[in-house]
């Protein structure tokens, strides 16, 4: 079975909303940090949980997780 058949459609389209700059701020760090969101969304200057924005930004962490996997052949 093919992994990307079991994954769930995600919107490429050019209508998708643009990210803010704290938003991707938070996506920069995360790469920096290795995967750590608390420490990601620390340095991007949410003070709320992190669980917000995680599920907020949701499909683009999937597309740079796949990204991620594809350029380190996972």
Do not use: W
């Not at 995360?30 to 969101?37: F, N, P």
């Amino acid at each position: 079975i093919e992994i990307m058949a079991i994954l769930p459609t995600i919107d490429t389209s050019p209508n998708k909303r643009e990210l803010t700059e704290k938003q991707q701020s938070f996506l920069d760090h995360l790469v920096d940090c290795q995967g750590d969101a608390k420490k990601a969304a620390e340095l991007a200057g949410y003070k709320s949980h992190y669980h917000h924005v995680v599920k907020t930004l949701k499909s683009c962490l999937v597309l740079y997780n796949s990204s991620i996997c594809s350029t380190n052949q996972l």
